[in-house]
């Protein structure tokens, strides 16, 4: 059974802050890996994903993610938050036969 | 507009009063899901389908019930709720079920059993 394991809940943070949250898998399959967001009062929505090739993923408003895999993580960047992207960020592993499995969440505090 | 919508988006009822939610999506997506997300427990996935007539539980099914009649609607069942299961649920779909497709997902359901 895959799990996934997301270090920190709850992260705080200033404007123009450097952010990385951390993720990490248990998986012994083909593994694709994903980040979601939830802005406030809105649907979770993709921020990127890995499945294969480059494990530097870029995905929507600057944000990058790197797969590595002897550490069994796929932790999430930003070189310089706003304060739109307070939200709650998931990490997620999906198998290919329809399960997948969301990590705890992140809640991301930016302050102006 | 492709969306996946719920319905309904509130609820409220009591313990034992069977219920309902309906999910349905407009992307001609193969695979449905259903996921709950309770405070420090992120999303948990109750059952999935990767396409008509063909269903699975994921890790917290006890309790729910699901049908896949037809390719766009993926309705939730709890014939008999019980306060453990008041928590926020979202219907998620995507394109083939495949590991690496994006899953879109609808709005939620909060729904409160007394």
């Known amino acids: 059974a895959q799990s996934v394991s997301q270090h920190n809940h709850h992260v705080i943070l200033s404007e123009a802050a450097s952010l990385e949250l951390g993720c990490n898998y248990s998986?012994?399959?083909?593994?694709?890996l994903f980040w979601y967001v939830q802005y406030p009062g809105q649907h979770l929505q993709l921020l990127l994903k890995?499945?294969?090739?480059?494990?530097l993923v870029k995905g929507i408003k600057g944000f990058e993610a790197e797969f590595i895999k002897s550490k069994f993580s796929f932790n999430l960047r930003k070189p310089s938050v706003q304060w739109s992207d307070t939200a709650e960020y998931f990490c997620?592993?999906?198998?290919?036969?329809?399960?997948?499995?969301f990590g705890d969440g992140t809640t991301l505090t930016v302050k102006p | 507009e492709a969306q996946v919508t719920q319905n309904p988006r509130y609820l409220i009822t009591v313990t034992g009063k069977k219920l309902t939610v309906t999910c349905s999506q407009n992307?001609?997506?193969?695979?449905m899901s259903w996921y709950r997300q309770d405070p420090g427990l992120g999303l948990r996935q109750i059952y999935y389908s990767m396409n008509v007539e063909v269903t699975d539980k994921g890790d917290v099914p006890e309790g729910y019930k699901v049908s896949r009649k037809e390719k766009r609607n993926f309705p939730l069942i709890l014939e008999s709720p019980s306060p453990n299961q008041t928590s926020l649920y979202f219907c998620?779909?995507?394109?083939?079920?495949?590991?690496?497709?994006?899953?879109?997902f609808g709005p939620g359901t909060r729904l409160t059993v007394l």
């Open positions: 998986y012994g399959g083909t593994v694709n």
């Open positions: 890995y499945f294969s090739g480059d494990p």
């Open positions: 998620a779909s995507s394109q083939t079920g495949w590991g690496s497709d994006t899953q879109y």
């Open positions: 992307m001609n997506h193969e695979y």
């Open positions: 997620a592993v999906n198998t290919n036969a329809g399960k997948s499995t």
